[in-house]
């Protein structure tokens, strides 16, 4: 299995460009999670997805959107890049059921806009 | 609204001690709380997850304890190495809402041979 993969690694945009992080899993886990981390702080929920067809809302939605048409991907669009966006983007997954439902992370996406 | 705190911020010992992160929560109603390793310019890694119901968890050279009622956590790890030197971030779970997950901005650990 090659687990939670993101790509790209890096990106800088302009402002005001758009692009699409893409994130997929191979471990057929229903739920999907975008997050962001700023420098010094702890992870904060974008979007996330319990299954194929189903989004919704974190912490941060705003300037971000999300699709879920397979349960393996769930890419992350920035319409209008704005410098606030400037942050490392963690994909993630994990089980539906199960005690130690724990969170599977991807690398991450490190995204600066100019 | 929950907020999660971790102190110290960054903490840099002699390999071979023994050592405690501390993770604070404001919002008791946690399901669970779960204590992740990053490594710099990576994603992140579980190293123990404590339910609600449990007191502690166990891998290794790791340990962390709950302390829902007080809102408190730690992370203790004997015998550091400096292949233990990371960022160590706690994340804590909504009772209810179970994909509201909150995370600690971390403590930074540097092991010094």
């Known amino acids: 299995n090659a687990g939670v993969t993101q790509t790209p690694k890096f990106r800088i945009l302009k402002i005001g460009q758009s692009m699409t992080l893409q994130c997929t899993q191979d471990?057929?886990?229903?739920?999907m999670y975008w997050y962001r981390q700023d420098p010094g702080m702890g992870l904060k929920l974008i979007y996330y997805?319990?299954?194929?067809?189903?989004?919704d809302k974190g912490e941060v939605p705003n300037g971000y959107n999300v699709s879920r048409s397979t349960t393996e991907d769930f890419p992350l669009r920035l319409e209008l890049a704005a410098p606030s966006q400037t942050s490392v983007y963690f994909c993630?997954?994990?089980?539906?059921?199960?005690?130690?439902?724990?969170?599977?992370f991807g690398p991450g996406t490190r995204l600066t806009v100019l | 609204k929950q907020e999660v705190t971790q102190i110290p911020a960054a903490l840099s010992v002699p390999e071979g001690e023994n050592l405690v992160l501390n993770c604070s929560f404001t919002d008791s109603a946690i399901y669970n709380l779960q204590w992740f390793r990053q490594d710099p310019g990576k994603g992140l890694t579980s190293l123990l997850l404590?339910?609600?119901?449990?007191r502690e968890q166990t891998s290794g050279r790791l340990n962390a304890s709950l302390d829902k009622s007080s809102g408190r956590s730690t992370l203790y790890i004997a015998a550091s190495q400096p292949g233990d030197s990371a960022t160590y971030l706690c994340?804590?779970?909504?009772?209810?809402?179970?994909?509201?997950?909150?995370f600690g901005p971390g403590t930074s650990l540097s092991v010094i041979p």
């Open positions: 404590i339910q609600s119901s449990q």
């Open positions: 993630a997954s994990r089980r539906t059921s199960g005690r130690l439902n724990t969170q599977y």
């Open positions: 994340a804590v779970r909504h009772e209810t809402s179970y994909d509201k997950v909150i």
């Open positions: 471990m057929n886990h229903n739920y």
């Open positions: 997805s319990v299954g194929a067809g189903i989004t």
